[in-house]
C-alpha cells in the first residue's frame, strides 16, 4: 500500500476510535457520525467537481490539439501533393528535352557515318 492509503486508514481507524471510545450518549455519537458523514460526502463531492472540470478542460484541450494536428497533417497533404505534380511536370519536360537531344545526337551520328561512307568511297575509287 501506499503511504497516502496508509494515512488514511490510520486516520480513518484513529477518528472512529475516538468517536467510539468518547464519553457520550449513543444518540450524540450516531448524530456527530452523521455530520461526519455528510462532511465526508460533500468534500467527495467537491472534489468530484474538481475532477469532472479538469476533465472537462482537458478533453478541449485534446480535441483542439486533435483538430490543429488535423488541419496541419491535411496542409503537409496539400503540399506534398504540389510538390510532387512539380516535379512530375519537371520530369516530364526533361524527358521531353532529353529525346529531342537524343534525336539530335542520332541525326548527327547518321550524317556523320555517310559523310565518312562517302569520303570512304571516293578514296577507294
Partial sequence: ?????????AAAGGFLAGILLAPKSGKETRADLRVKA????QKAKVQADKLKDVGDTSAKTFRKSADSASQEAAAFGRSAKATAERIA?????LGGEA??????????????ATTIRKDAEKGLK
Wanted: hydrophobic share 40%; glycine share 0%.
Fill in 1 to 9: 500500500m501506499s503511504k497516502v492509503v496508509k494515512l488514511a486508514v
Fill in 38 to 41: 455528510d462532511e465526508a460526502k
Fill in 89 to 93: 511536370a519537371e520530369a516530364s519536360e
Fill in 99 to 112: 529525346r529531342s537531344r537524343a534525336r539530335r545526337v542520332a541525326d548527327d551520328a547518321k550524317s556523320t
